[in-house]
């Protein structure tokens, strides 16, 4: 099973609030993914110990596109509503002054929606 580390956004997804995830990857692996995939949700990379928190199942074909573009649904989904609400940040971020970057200067990522299938027991 494939591996996705969610690291800052941890906490939102498993609870539950966090269902789209944009990430950096190259076309030629991006082009792997298909609607249905399980994967492996980590709370960090395993080459820093991380450890697998949950499975994931990919809803549709991920897709690459500006983030510019990010609907305001998406701040819900990525989880920034939650992590807000918890006073959490996203790389030292607030998830509204990311979420801002993000429209202020974009660039291009794969969008990759999900839904929660399962949490792993601690």
């Keep these: 099973m494939r591996i996705v580390s969610f690291g800052w956004t941890c906490a939102a997804l498993l609870s539950g609030r ?3 995830t944009r990430r950096d990857w190259n076309d030629a692996y991006a082009a792997r ?23 994931i199942r990919l809803t549709v074909t991920p897709k690459k596109e500006s983030t510019a573009a990010a609907p305001a649904s998406d701040y819900e989904a990525e989880g920034f509503a939650f992590l807000e ?13 990311l979420w ?15 839904e929660l299938v399962e949490v792993c027991d601690a």
């Design 18 to 20: 966090k269902t789209v």
């Design 33 to 55: 993914f298909r609607p249905g995939d399980l994967l492996a949700a980590y709370d960090r990379s395993p080459r820093y110990g991380g450890k697998q928190v949950a499975v």
């Design 85 to 97: 609400e918890k006073g959490l940040k996203v790389d030292g971020l607030t998830p509204e002054a």
């Design 100 to 114: 801002r970057s993000w429209h202020l200067q974009p660039r291009m990522m794969w969008v990759v929606r999900f």
